[in-house]
């Protein structure tokens, strides 16, 4: 039977709860729904206690296991699972890679977790699995939640509302800035560096001094960032300062390094620092392939020899060069020098995303402080009045004692009979219910007299500091030193790490200046292999190739030259010689190091000159001249100079030398004609040389008309013809037959 027509089927029975709406109205909603919960839980820091929610709640479930820095550890993986379960419903992967990168001292400048284990290094190394690493807490997180039991702060219900969490810490440091933030959220993002505490802490009491210090003098107390794995700040003061005024700007920042002195004046350079968040071993792989690569000729070798302190070896190649310059060109190359971004959006009051100013953040901090000082201040004034209630009825206690004692052992409801008959409060009377019978010593009435006295003092101190926002602020700023003692410079882990020193910029050295000059001989077989052996060999001495293969191109050059590839495609190619593999082997193919296709080959191979002119020209019997300063190439895709159509192919590459060009064609006639009347171009198609009926152009040259033309038989002798009048005639033109005596394969060499 039809589901469609019967009608106990759910397909006719009403599906609850459905509503309409239009499409775009209920993406657009739910996408900011979406967004705004990645702004305010997920992505940006709360500039109050520069936290974002995930490590408030591993710091807070840290504190309720009870977890303190003088505690024994847990299992990373309790810690995380716990996390997981009261406050952070969300995956403990998540969760345990935020508390472990807590844990890196080269991830955070004063790191809030105390782990124990691997977790992770600086080589980028992933942390050990949660089941096998512990942590607690560190002094520094401590403070930032001390106050939390003096109701410092707000509460709200967890994610299923069966417990509460602090919607902020009471933060007695500017953790924001202390420890740095970086999140992407949508449609913005951030990016912070971390700082020094102990400047920042002289920067907040200046600010209590002066709330309105000037940018300027804000950053005589903060120079700039302090990153966890040193390094030396590069940028300019006017950036820093323009950085910190807008909330937005960049550090430039360098690896530090010395020049280390060994036997017969050799010497090699020691990286100690390098900068933050570069992973050691990918920068030491990125050197080691600069120096395969020939990038860097001077370098010879990279090695690692770090502990738990780094010490990166570079190796020169020879000691002629400055370090200074090699170190300029490893800072433009690689890793050794970066650049940080600041982007200053932070969450304003726990709701507000905004791009503030160094000066904002600080004072959002400090008003974060007064705030909670009020809360706590008040708190303690509660507890003090709550204690001092219950001091009040003791001594009347003590001052009654016989009727006390007396009412308690014969009245049925002592504790209304002491109310009225005392006019006690409900508290004092069951705090005088409660005493033990140890408390009735004389002794102990001193005693409660004397804690009465200090604290109506506290009492009366606590309201002053309520009542005068002056006293409130010195009280801050007391506070604010007390927790600088514990952390600042004085401190083996407050120093500060990174240095800071202007860039003496050196003019752009070529590689060439770099690579020691040597003669070397290069070897290019037919099928394009090619080879660099050391020092000026016989051109005629018989080398090895693989099979089927031969010699095609053989000269003397310069390790410091520069050599020129003429293909067949039309293109020029351009390598250095220092690019090129060693002559203890068979090379390596040009197809590797350029982009030459596969269905090309290779005309010509030179070395690179200045003030040369070439003849260039296809099969079609078409060319013109270039000068070599043209022809060089900056990619490995080359340079296109020799335009091609309908199947034609470059096949000329000749230097000028001389003041006719002699073309020959395939069909064996001659044609020459001044060199003049070939035009001189960067790049096309040319003109026609030599006019064909059948087949196209053989080869060309260019000689001396005062000399003769010149060739070589078949027999191998050298040929000079010197009556070329039957030959010469306009460029274009279709030539005569060559002279008796000329190559079967129609070539002039």
């Given amino acids: 039977m039809n589901r469609m027509n019967d009608k106990n089927s759910n397909f006719e029975k009403p599906i609850p709860f459905i509503t309409t709406e239009p499409l775009s109205r209920a993406i657009g909603e739910r996408y900011l729904q979406y967004a705004l919960s990645t702004i305010m839980h997920r992505a940006l820091p709360d500039a109050r206690d520069g936290l974002k929610p995930v490590h408030r709640r591993i710091l807070y479930a840290m504190r309720e296991l009870k977890l303190a820095a003088n505690s024994g550890f847990r299992k990373s993986a309790k810690i995380s699972g716990d996390v997981m379960g009261n406050y952070h419903p969300h995956g403990d992967a998540a969760i345990y890679d935020a508390m472990a990168r807590l844990a890196q001292d080269f991830n955070v400048r004063y790191p809030l977790v105390d782990g124990q284990g691997n977790f992770g290094n600086i080589d980028g190394d992933n942390p050990a699995a949660s089941r096998y690493t512990e942590a607690r807490l560190t002094k520094v997180s401590q403070s930032l939640m ?40 949508v449609g913005m993002a951030t990016n912070i560096p971390p700082h020094n505490l102990d400047e920042l802490i002289n920067a907040c009491i200046h600010l209590v001094k002066a709330p309105n210090a000037r940018d300027e003098t804000l950053m005589e107390y903060i120079p700039g960032p302090d990153f966890p794995t040193g390094g030396i700040i590069v940028e300019p003061y006017d950036n820093i300062l323009d950085a910190y005024r807008t909330g937005r700007g960049s550090f430039r920042l360098r690896s530090k390094w010395i020049e280390e002195k060994l036997d017969r ?52 190649r020879t000691k002629m060069i400055d370090p200074s310059i090699l170190m300029e060109t490893l800072f433009k190359q690689t890793d050794l020098e970066t650049r940080f971004s600041l982007n200053l959006n932070v969450l304003i009051d726990g709701r507000t995303p905004k791009v503030c100013s160094l000066k904002e953040v600080l004072n959002s901090f400090l008003q974060h402080q007064k705030d909670v000082l009020i809360r706590r201040s008040k708190f303690n004034l509660e507890k003090i009045d709550h204690r001092l209630e219950v001091l009040e009825g003791y001594i009347v206690a003590f001052l009654n004692l016989d009727r006390v004692i007396e009412i308690i052992r014969n009245e049925d409801d002592p504790k209304l009979t002491l109310i009225t008959e005392f006019e006690l409060s409900d508290t004092q009377a069951e705090a005088i219910l409660n005493m033990r019978l140890r408390s009735l010593r004389k002794l102990e009435e001193i005693e409660l007299r004397k804690e009465h006295e200090g604290l109506l003092i506290e009492r009366a101190n606590l309201e002053d500091l309520l009542n005068d926002e002056t006293i409130q602020w010195k009280k801050i700023s007391s506070q604010l030193r007390e927790t600088q003692k514990l952390f600042g410079k004085n401190n083996e882990n407050g120093k500060r790490r990174s240095e800071f020193a202007e860039v003496i910029e050196f003019e752009e050295v070529p590689i060439e200046a770099m690579i020691e000059r040597e003669p070397i001989t290069i070897v290019c077989s037919e099928m394009s292999w090619i080879r660099a052996m050391k020092g000026h060999i016989d051109l005629k001495q018989e080398l090895k190739f693989r099979d089927g293969d031969a010699g095609k191109f053989i000269f003397h050059a310069e390790s410091t030259d520069k050599i020129s590839i003429f293909a067949t495609n039309g293109r020029f190619y351009t390598l250095s010689c220092n690019q090129l593999p060693g002559g203890r082997g068979m090379g390596e193919p040009l197809r590797l190091m350029l982009e030459i296709p596969n269905d090309v080959d290779i005309v010509d191979v030179f070395v690179t000159k200045e003030n040369r002119k070439f003849l260039v020209a296809s099969s079609k019997g078409d060319g013109f001249i270039i000068s ?27 230097p000028l030398n001389g003041d006719h060009i002699a073309c020959i064609g395939e069909n064996r006639k001659m044609l020459i004609f001044p060199i003049a009347d070939l035009p001189e171009m960067t790049r096309g198609k040319g003109v026609r040389m030599q006019k064909y009926k059948d087949g196209g152009l053989s080869d060309a040259s260019t000689f001396n008309i005062s000399s003769g033309l010149s060739w070589k038989d078949p027999a191998d002798r050298q040929r000079t013809e010197t009556k070329l009048d039957d030959w010469i005639s306009k460029r274009a033109s279709s030539g005569r037959m060559a002279p008796r005596g000329f190559p079967r394969d129609n070539k002039f060499n």
């Fill in 265 to 316: 004046g050799q010497w090699q350079i020691v990286i100690s620092e390098i900068p933050y968040q570069v992973q050691k071993s990918k920068l030491i792989e990125k050197i080691a392939e600069l120096i395969n690569n020939k990038k860097i000729p001077v370098l010879a070798d990279v090695r690692d020899e770090s502990t738990d302190e780094i010490r990166i070896i570079l190796e020169p």
């Fill in 146 to 185: 001390e106050g939390l039991s003096e109701n410092a702060v707000d509460f709200q219900e967890n994610y299923d509302g069966t417990l509460t969490e602090p919607i902020v810490f009471p933060a007695s440091f500017p953790n924001l800035l202390a420890n740095g933030s970086s999140g992407i959220a």
């Fill in 628 to 654: 070599e300063t043209e022809t060089n190439a900056q990619t490995k895709n080359g340079k296109q100079i020799l335009n091609l159509k309908d199947g034609a192919k470059a096949i000329v590459c000749k």
